[in-house]
């Protein structure tokens, strides 16, 4: 719990001594998990296409200070894949219409997750989850609607409590971990609906301030 109180301390002061000084009301920061990583997938003859994928969300692992057997969270969902012209793919990957050097497919939307808390101790616990996601896409001006679905595995490190003042509160719980998932979304015919992702997962406790 010290170790939670200090970095959100900081946090705190840190954002405090950014606003302007005739700001008042104080401010809070919503019980978040940010996921942030490298995506890959193909394209429809193999290819392999890079790119990278953020999440955040307000979820219930991160505003309850205790252990808990179940996550569930709301949040956003962005990620962007890099098509460049490939060799002998160059007519399937870019339109009649399209000559730009560098193209991008975008992809952003809302998520609900729900998690299942497999293995854990009093500072570290792992997770296995299922997430729903209803998206917009842009490629090449044109933009379309779907849905998908991913699985998650995931492991980190926490620590949680309750600590409040005269003029603040925080609640929930500090952790960092590392996650790798699968998805399947419905996606242009260019590109696989399968894919990959991994990378780092930040979880930042409830916390308000006021003047």
Same mark, same amino acid.
């Given at each position: +719990?010290?170790?939670?109180?200090?970095?959100?301390?900081?946090?705190?002061?840190?954002?405090? +001594?950014? @606003?302007?000084?005739?700001?008042?009301?104080?401010?809070?920061?919503?019980? +978040?998990?940010?996921?942030?990583?490298?995506?890959?997938?193909?394209?429809?003859?193999?290819? @392999?296409?890079?790119?990278?994928?953020?999440?955040?969300?307000?979820?219930?692992? !991160?505003?309850?200070?205790? /252990?808990?057997?179940?996550?569930?969270?709301?949040?956003?969902?962005?990620?962007?894949?890099?098509?460049? %012209?490939?060799?002998?793919?160059?007519?399937?990957?870019? !339109?009649?219409? !399209?000559?730009?050097?560098?193209?991008?497919?975008?992809?952003?939307?809302?998520?609900?997750?729900?998690?299942? /808390?497999?293995?854990?101790?009093?500072?570290?616990?792992?997770?296995?989850?299922? @997430?729903? %996601?209803?998206? /917009?896409? %842009?490629?090449?001006?044109?933009?379309? !609607?779907?849905?998908?679905?991913?699985?998650?595995?995931? =492991?980190?490190?926490?620590?949680?409590?309750?600590?409040?003042? /005269?003029?603040?509160?925080?609640?929930?719980?500090?952790?960092?971990?590392?996650?790798?998932? =699968?998805?399947?979304?419905?996606?242009?015919?260019?590109?696989?609906?399968?894919?990959?992702?991994?990378?780092?997962?930040? @979880?930042?406790?409830?916390?308000?301030?006021?003047?």
């Amino acid at each position: +719990m010290r170790l939670c109180l200090a970095a959100a301390a900081i946090l705190v002061g840190v954002l405090a +001594m950014s @606003r302007p000084a005739h700001a008042g009301g104080g401010f809070l920061i919503p019980p +978040m998990r940010v996921d942030v990583g490298p995506t890959t997938t193909t394209d429809h003859a193999g290819h @392999r296409l890079g790119g990278g994928e953020i999440l955040a969300g307000i979820h219930w692992a !991160s505003v309850y200070p205790k /252990s808990t057997p179940i996550d569930i969270g709301v949040g956003f969902v962005s990620t962007y894949l890099d098509l460049p %012209e490939l060799p002998g793919n160059g007519v399937a990957l870019r !339109s009649a219409e !399209s000559v730009d050097d560098d193209r991008a497919f975008r992809l952003t939307g809302g998520y609900v997750a729900l998690s299942k /808390s497999v293995a854990g101790g009093s500072w570290w616990r792992t997770w296995a989850e299922g @997430r729903g %996601e209803l998206f /917009s896409t %842009e490629l090449d001006g044109n933009t379309s !609607s779907g849905l998908g679905g991913a699985l998650r595995v995931s =492991a980190e490190v926490f620590i949680g409590g309750t600590e409040g003042g /005269s003029n603040a509160l925080i609640c929930g719980t500090l952790a960092a971990g590392l996650f790798v998932e =699968a998805s399947y979304r419905e996606l242009p015919t260019l590109i696989s609906p399968l894919g990959v992702s991994a990378g780092v997962s930040v @979880r930042i406790p409830l916390i308000i301030a006021v003047d």
